[in-house]
């Protein structure tokens, strides 16, 4: 996983091609990930991403609940995966919905990340996400994948999970979509 402070969000809403073409598949592990993150800090994140696809006019792309979750489907760490690739404007667009969300989640974000309230809030803060993350990787992901293993790994998962929180919190604000986009680009560095 590339180092989580090279990813972040453009405020043009207008669908730019990813420079490059396709995601390569480290690419779409770590952005499906990501997206779970999400999951695993907003309650109704799954549709509150479906809702902001809807705001950010993505609806030809993503017409549907099912349709979504079709794209996100195509991890190779899921249970259930497919081979189809995203399309360009698929890309871009979950990229572009998952910065709006890391927009939303900012405040989460920074109180996870902060050192300046007590370790005991912050520890509290870190378990309830990493039971709700472990949940959602246990449900969702294929369990003999070695990436799964690591991400479900109490010690070694630790800073894995700490570099998605922080590629989310600077996937916020302006710019964040190019950053992230650079980032997923380079995943396989």
Request: hydrophobic letters at 45%; aromatic letters at 4%.
């Amino acid at each position: 996983m590339p180092d989580a402070s090279s990813a972040l969000h453009s405020s043009s809403s207008a669908p730019a091609s990813v420079p490059g073409g396709c995601l390569s598949r480290r690419g779409l592990e770590r952005l499906d990930l990501l997206l779970l993150v999400v999951e695993a800090l907003d309650l109704n994140g799954g549709e509150a991403m479906l809702w902001m696809s809807e705001q950010l006019g993505f609806t030809q792309l993503f017409p549907n609940r099912v349709e979504f979750w079709k794209r996100r489907c195509t991890n190779p760490l899921r249970r259930t995966t497919r081979r189809d690739a995203l399309a360009p404007a698929e890309s871009d667009a979950l990229i572009r919905i998952l910065c709006a969300m890391a927009d939303r989640l900012y405040p989460l974000l920074r109180a996870l990340l902060t050192t300046a309230e007590p370790p005991e809030i912050t520890l509290q803060r870190w378990s309830l996400f990493q039971t709700r993350l472990a949940e959602l990787v246990r449900e969702r992901m294929n369990p003999r994948r070695g990436g799964v293993h690591n991400l479900l790994d109490p010690e070694g998962g630790q800073l894995l999970r700490r570099q998605l929180i922080q590629t989310l919190a600077l996937a916020a604000g302006d710019g964040g979509v190019e950053r992230l986009r650079a980032s997923l680009l380079d995943a396989a560095a």
